[in-house]
């Protein structure tokens, strides 16, 4: 069994942080290990941003979740300890809005997160889960991408019925009587198991899952609803046939591919008053120093590696990491409500939660720029 990891306290870590070696992705060692937040203000960190009140549509409060796909093991088992004690940081690191699915790890992430948020005052957090595959017991798991599955295989149904039950089958996994956020999930062109049959499946949900969950918000059973997906094309489609409240975009706003978004499909959601919780804010950790992109789906783009590689020059030369700017420079556009950058243990939630505390120096946005990393209307932090 692996050894238990210790979990370093945010300030503890920004501490040690400061005198730390350079941002390289050489200078991980295991899955698991996390580079140093560096910066002003990392030794102290405050509390993680908010939302503020007033908006038409719903909004999570905390504008800094946990992403759990990791404590579902989507890259390297995750020991119940290790997860147990994930969520834990989370909470004690001032998060309170948890982002899973039945899909991540094949309901392995809502038990855990269940067992775990089960002992806190419900009224404190949100939970943010997802409709779209239907878990049934198997003897036979199919081959997937989660490592250690349990023995379940899925089935896609965007109908009313498979929604309902869908949301059931959650909320007896997490153990609540209701659900803050709900998500059509992966229903996009990029999933692998649909490819072109994706415009079939968005019809079963444009008059099955998208009126339920609108039934369901009405009922009071859950508090939004949206799409969690990797490309814009079906959240576009579903603003013009529903009336969602929320969506989660995965790798489609980050510090190194944020034009399309912020030219397009912000405005758009903008004008309708729906909010963007940002999924992979690290591109699945490739801006942590990670040697993957975009879940790991296709290989790095070079270009992508040589921008990479120039941001960290920059960020470098300003006493700060990569990590930071990044998680920093997700958060900043009004029309996101929050990031939900993924852990797998408590270390690596510490370094998170000490990111946004860090104070970027204001040479950073401007020499990212001057380099042509971010566009010159990207939303920095501090700006007006």
């Known amino acids: 069994m692996p050894t238990r990891r210790t979990f370093l306290s945010a300030a503890a870590l920004g501490a040690a942080s400061l005198a730390a ?41 905390s504008r800094v979740g946990l992403g759990c796909a990791p404590i579902g093991n989507n890259w390297a088992v995750v020991t119940e300890e290790d997860a147990a004690a994930t969520i834990e940081a989370a909470w004690d690191g001032g998060m309170r809005l948890f982002d899973t699915s039945p899909w991540y790890g094949l309901g392995r992430s809502e038990r855990r997160l269940g067992h775990v948020l089960g002992q806190k005052p419900r009224e404190e957090y ?136 912020l030219e397009h499909t912000f405005p758009h959601l903008a004008t309708r008053g729906i909010s963007v919780i940002v999924g992979s804010p690290l591109l699945a950790g490739f801006l942590a120093g990670r040697d993957r992109y975009l879940y790991g789906s296709q290989p790095v783009p070079p270009d992508s590696e040589q921008k990479r590689a120039r941001a960290q020059e920059i960020v470098q030369s300003h006493g700060v990491d990569l990590r930071t700017v990044s998680l920093q420079f997700a958060n900043a556009p009004e029309v996101v409500s929050a990031i939900v950058p993924g852990s797998r243990n408590a270390e690596q939630v510490a370094a998170n939660v000490a990111s946004m505390s860090v104070d970027i120096p204001a040479g950073v946005w401007s020499d990212l720029r001057a380099a042509g990393i971010i566009t010159a209307n990207a939303p920095v932090p501090g700006a007006a």
């Not at 990797?230 to 929320?246: C, F, K, Q």
Request: charged letters at 25%; hydrophobic letters at 35%; one cysteine or more.
């Open 21 to 61: 070696a350079p941002l390289v992705a050489q200078a991980q060692t295991s899955p698991g290990d996390v580079l140093p937040t560096r910066g002003p203000g990392a030794a102290t960190p405050g509390p993680l941003p908010t939302n503020p009140a007033g908006s038409r549509k719903y909004r999570p409060t």
């Open 126 to 261: 949100v939970i943010s889960s997802k409709v779209g595959r239907l878990l049934t017991a198997t003897k036979e798991t199919p081959k997937v991408g989660w490592k250690d599955p349990p023995p379940f295989d899925y089935r896609y149904d965007f109908s009313a019925a498979g929604t309902r039950r869908s949301v059931e089958d959650s909320l007896q996994r997490l153990g609540i009587d209701s659900l803050d956020i709900v998500l059509v999930h992966d229903l996009s062109p990029d999933n692998g198991d649909m490819g072109e049959r994706w415009l079939e499946y968005f019809e079963q949900a444009r008059t099955g899952a998208f009126p339920e969950l609108t039934k369901m918000r009405e009922e009071g059973l859950i508090k939004a609803w949206g799409m969690g997906v990797n490309t814009p094309d079906p959240a576009m489609r579903a603003i013009e046939v529903s009336d969602p409240d929320i969506f989660l975009l995965a790798c489609q706003y980050s510090l190194l591919d944020h034009e399309r978004a």
